[in-house]
Each structure stands twice: as structure tokens, then as C-alpha cells.
């Protein structure tokens, strides 16, 4: 192929990059044919885990053992965790999950690995670690001991318990399992496109997610869940929100939480979580970010044509869950880590070496001059 740019999309964009049986969007979003509306009314976020990873939704013994499993692996090296501790209090979560998830390859004795068989288990001790890791360093950072985890809970559950030390409120643990099962997964997007970039190397699993996690950061990407609330506060409330974002646009800032590489009509997802995020609003006795947001979803509408992403409710429902803001991409991880986790097996298990070419823009064919002769 030449590379006089007759192929080229910046940003990727309609580039189809490879084959997934994972993941679609046409037609409705759907994780291995089943609408993420089912998945979310129907399921808890193992059973979608179980799903993304093995291909089928689990019988009930199966779903047991997977969560027996996940369970078992829900605690750090002790060196790890004295790591975490040290490290500097203004690390970002999301960096110090990125770190953690690295160092945890050190301690994995499967690491080198790369059979189906030893990307499952590695992926099962991940979803298990991945929520310890952040809630001990969270927790670590404001210089509080580590709540041991539950074997008993699931993930959302175990994650609220860990965090508060405390049984967590049933309400707060269905809305942040609808927003993990909604987060777990989305086709080849920048992360998980990433991870299948580093793994088609024959690298290896804890190389393609760390990876994955530093892609995540960005705010175009899942660090878009930690704007949310500072554009809010930023509109004020319900009556200065319009001429708010009416004077952002016209400065051509980007309103985070708006618009979608691939959908251009609404994110099907943040339907299903806005009722999530206003029932929790309603629960906290506080609808001022709701009214507001619905405030700026008018605006959006009739001047951009734009439509929020699922990351505008995720930011006002952990708003209304009482967490903190710095938490909320890490969250996004300890979901998505089920989706990489799936695309990173379904690469190494057909893979070729992910190496596009590039449209030359630079000077032509010149000699080079000796250092003496240049200046
Ligand atoms: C779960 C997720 O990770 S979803 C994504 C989360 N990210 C965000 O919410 C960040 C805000 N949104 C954005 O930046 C974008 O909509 C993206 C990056 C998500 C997708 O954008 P792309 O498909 O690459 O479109 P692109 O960045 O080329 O923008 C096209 C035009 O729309 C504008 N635009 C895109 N998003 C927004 C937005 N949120 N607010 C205002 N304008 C926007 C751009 O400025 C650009 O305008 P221009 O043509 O006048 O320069
Ligand atoms: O698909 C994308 O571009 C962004 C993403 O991860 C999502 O929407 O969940």
C-alpha cells in the first residue's frame, strides 16, 4: 500500500481496524448480541464480565465459581500496598491504578503466559485486584487504613463497603452496578484499541491494560467523568446555565460529557443512566445539578446538535453517591477492565502485529551536511 495519504482518516475515524465478535454499535450498542438495556435491567456487572470474557452469559453454577474466583483474588502483595502508601498524596488515582496494575505483573506468576487459558485467569485476579487497588490507595492517601475486602459482595457492593467501611446502601450499589455493566465495554475505542496495539506485539496482558489505563486518562476519553461536575459548578445552577454554556461554546470550549465519535444522534447509555443519576439526586435531596444539566442538554441540542455520552450522568451519579471526584475514571477502569480484558484474548488468539503506515509530510530527500559545514 503507498502512502500517499488515498487511505487516510485522521483520528481514525470509519476505519475499520480489525474483527471483533465482542462488541457492536450499529445497531443499538450490544456486548455479544444482547442490548445493553437487557444487560442492564437483567444482570448484575459479573454476569456481563463473565460474558465480555467467556462469550456466553454464566449458568448459575458457573456465575458461583467466577465470583468465588474474582473473590479469592481481592487483596495486593503486601509490597505493592506499602507502595501505594508511599506514594506522594497528590498522586491521581487513576495514576496510582495505572502504577499498581504494572507492579502487579511483577507478582503474577502467569505474566509470560499468553495461552486463552492464562489470559482468563490473569483477567479474573485483575477484576479482583483492580478495585483493591484503588479504594487502598484512596483510602491509603487520606491516611486511613485498608478496609479487607468482602468475598461475599460483588464488585459494586465490595467496592462501596471497602471504600466506607460500612454495609453499603443497596439503592447506591444497583446504580453503580448499571454503571459498570454500561461502562465494561465499547468496541475499539482509544483504550481498548490501545491494549490490542501493545498485545500485538506478544506482549501481555498487565502490558496491553496498563496501557490501556494510561489512554483512559485523557479528558476526550474517560477522564471526561471528572469534568463533569467543575462544568456544572462552572454553570452556576437551572438560571445562569444557558448563558453558561452559551458563552463556552462561543468560546469554542469543548463541554465535556457531549458528543461522541460514533454516536452523532445520543448515546443510548446515558438515557439509561440519567435515571439513575436523578433517582440518586432525589435519594440526597439535592436536583440543583440535575435541573442544571437538563439546562445544558437543551442547549447542546438546539445549537450544536450535540448529545451527551454516558460520561455526563456517570459524573452526576457518583456527585449524588457522595464520592469524590478524583475516583470516578478509576471507577471507569475497574469496569472497562472487563472489556480490554476480552479484546486482549480475542487478539492474541488471531493475532497480527497492529502496525498501520503514515502519510509522509515531512522535508524531502536532502544529503546530510557534516557538523563543520552546518550553521
Ligand atoms: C465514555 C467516553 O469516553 S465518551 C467520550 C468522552 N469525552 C468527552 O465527553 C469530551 C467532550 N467530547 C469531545 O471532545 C468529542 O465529542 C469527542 C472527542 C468525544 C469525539 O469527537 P470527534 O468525533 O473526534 O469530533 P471532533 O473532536 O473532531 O469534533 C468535531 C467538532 O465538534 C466539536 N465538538 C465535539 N465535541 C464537542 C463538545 N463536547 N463540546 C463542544 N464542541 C464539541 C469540535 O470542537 C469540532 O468542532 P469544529 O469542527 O468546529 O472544530
Ligand atoms: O467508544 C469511544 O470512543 C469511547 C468509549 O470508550 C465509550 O464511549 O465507552
Given at each position: 500500500m503507498s502512502s500517499d495519504g488515498s487511505h487516510y482518516s485522521p483520528g481514525l475515524e470509519?476505519?475499520?481496524?480489525g474483527e471483533t465478535?465482542?462488541?457492536?454499535?450499529?445497531?443499538g450498542l450490544r456486548y455479544r448480541g444482547y442490548s445493553v438495556a437487557e444487560l442492564a435491567e437483567h444482570c448484575t456487572y459479573e454476569e456481563v464480565a463473565y460474558l465480555l470474557l467467556y462469550g456466553e452469559l454464566p449458568t448459575a453454577a458457573q456465575l458461583q465459581a467466577f465470583q468465588t474466583r474474582i473473590a479469592a483474588a481481592r487483596r495486593l502483595p503486601l509490597p505493592l500496598r506499602d507502595f501505594l502508601a508511599a506514594l506522594?498524596?497528590?498522586?491521581p488515582p487513576l495514576d496510582a491504578l495505572r502504577t499498581a496494575v504494572s507492579a502487579l505483573s511483577h507478582f503474577d506468576?502467569?505474566?509470560?503466559d499468553n495461552s486463552h487459558d492464562a489470559n482468563l485467569w490473569k483477567a479474573e485476579r485483575l477484576l479482583g485486584q483492580i478495585p483493591v487497588a484503588i479504594v487502598d490507595h484512596y483510602r491509603l492517601a487520606q491516611g486511613l487504613l485498608p478496609v479487607p475486602a468482602r468475598q461475599d459482595l460483588g464488585q459494586a457492593a465490595n467496592f462501596l463497603y471497602m471504600l466506607r467501611g460500612s454495609e453499603p446502601d443497596p439503592d447506591e450499589v444497583k446504580a453503580l452496578d448499571v454503571s459498570l455493566i454500561l461502562y465494561a465495554e465499547h468496541e475499539f475505542n482509544a483504550s481498548t484499541f490501545t491494549a490490542r496495539v501493545i498485545v500485538s506485539?506478544?506482549?501481555?496482558m498487565h502490558a496491553g491494560i496498563t496501557g490501556a489505563i494510561g489512554a483512559l486518562k485523557g479528558p476526550l476519553h474517560g477522564g471526561a467523568n471528572e469534568k463533569v461536575m467543575d462544568l456544572l459548578r462552572a454553570a452556576g445552577g437551572p438560571d445562569t446555565a444557558a448563558a453558561w454554556v452559551q458563552a463556552a461554546l462561543a468560546r469554542k470550549e469543548r463541554i465535556m460529557g457531549f458528543g461522541h465519535r460514533v454516536y452523532k444522534s445520543g448515546d443510548v447509555r446515558a438515557q439509561i443512566l440519567k435515571k439513575y443519576a436523578r433517582q440518586m439526586a432525589e435519594k440526597s435531596g439535592d436536583l440543583h445539578w440535575e435541573e442544571t444539566a437538563e439546562v445544558i442538554e437543551q442547549v447542546m441540542a438546539q445549537q450544536k446538535n450535540m448529545y451527551p455520552n454516558l460520561d455526563w450522568p456517570a459524573g452526576r451519579l457518583y456527585h449524588a453517591m457522595r464520592l469524590?471526584?478524583?475516583?470516578y475514571t478509576p471507577i471507569f477502569a475497574m469496569a472497562r477492565v472487563a472489556g480490554w480484558a476480552a479484546h486482549i484474548i480475542e487478539q492474541m488468539d488471531n493475532n497480527r502485529l497492529i502496525r498501520p503506515r503514515a502519510w509522509y509530510k515531512g522535508p524531502p530527500p536532502r544529503p546530510v551536511r557534516p557538523l563543520a559545514e552546518r550553521g
Amino acid at each position: 500500500m503507498s502512502s500517499d495519504g488515498s487511505h487516510y482518516s485522521p483520528g481514525l475515524e470509519g476505519v475499520i481496524a480489525g474483527e471483533t465478535t465482542i462488541c457492536s454499535v450499529d445497531d443499538g450498542l450490544r456486548y455479544r448480541g444482547y442490548s445493553v438495556a437487557e444487560l442492564a435491567e437483567h444482570c448484575t456487572y459479573e454476569e456481563v464480565a463473565y460474558l465480555l470474557l467467556y462469550g456466553e452469559l454464566p449458568t448459575a453454577a458457573q456465575l458461583q465459581a467466577f465470583q468465588t474466583r474474582i473473590a479469592a483474588a481481592r487483596r495486593l502483595p503486601l509490597p505493592l500496598r506499602d507502595f501505594l502508601a508511599a506514594l506522594p498524596k497528590w498522586t491521581p488515582p487513576l495514576d496510582a491504578l495505572r502504577t499498581a496494575v504494572s507492579a502487579l505483573s511483577h507478582f503474577d506468576q502467569d505474566v509470560a503466559d499468553n495461552s486463552h487459558d492464562a489470559n482468563l485467569w490473569k483477567a479474573e485476579r485483575l477484576l479482583g485486584q483492580i478495585p483493591v487497588a484503588i479504594v487502598d490507595h484512596y483510602r491509603l492517601a487520606q491516611g486511613l487504613l485498608p478496609v479487607p475486602a468482602r468475598q461475599d459482595l460483588g464488585q459494586a457492593a465490595n467496592f462501596l463497603y471497602m471504600l466506607r467501611g460500612s454495609e453499603p446502601d443497596p439503592d447506591e450499589v444497583k446504580a453503580l452496578d448499571v454503571s459498570l455493566i454500561l461502562y465494561a465495554e465499547h468496541e475499539f475505542n482509544a483504550s481498548t484499541f490501545t491494549a490490542r496495539v501493545i498485545v500485538s506485539t506478544w506482549a501481555d496482558m498487565h502490558a496491553g491494560i496498563t496501557g490501556a489505563i494510561g489512554a483512559l486518562k485523557g479528558p476526550l476519553h474517560g477522564g471526561a467523568n471528572e469534568k463533569v461536575m467543575d462544568l456544572l459548578r462552572a454553570a452556576g445552577g437551572p438560571d445562569t446555565a444557558a448563558a453558561w454554556v452559551q458563552a463556552a461554546l462561543a468560546r469554542k470550549e469543548r463541554i465535556m460529557g457531549f458528543g461522541h465519535r460514533v454516536y452523532k444522534s445520543g448515546d443510548v447509555r446515558a438515557q439509561i443512566l440519567k435515571k439513575y443519576a436523578r433517582q440518586m439526586a432525589e435519594k440526597s435531596g439535592d436536583l440543583h445539578w440535575e435541573e442544571t444539566a437538563e439546562v445544558i442538554e437543551q442547549v447542546m441540542a438546539q445549537q450544536k446538535n450535540m448529545y451527551p455520552n454516558l460520561d455526563w450522568p456517570a459524573g452526576r451519579l457518583y456527585h449524588a453517591m457522595r464520592l469524590d471526584v478524583p475516583l470516578y475514571t478509576p471507577i471507569f477502569a475497574m469496569a472497562r477492565v472487563a472489556g480490554w480484558a476480552a479484546h486482549i484474548i480475542e487478539q492474541m488468539d488471531n493475532n497480527r502485529l497492529i502496525r498501520p503506515r503514515a502519510w509522509y509530510k515531512g522535508p524531502p530527500p536532502r544529503p546530510v551536511r557534516p557538523l563543520a559545514e552546518r550553521g
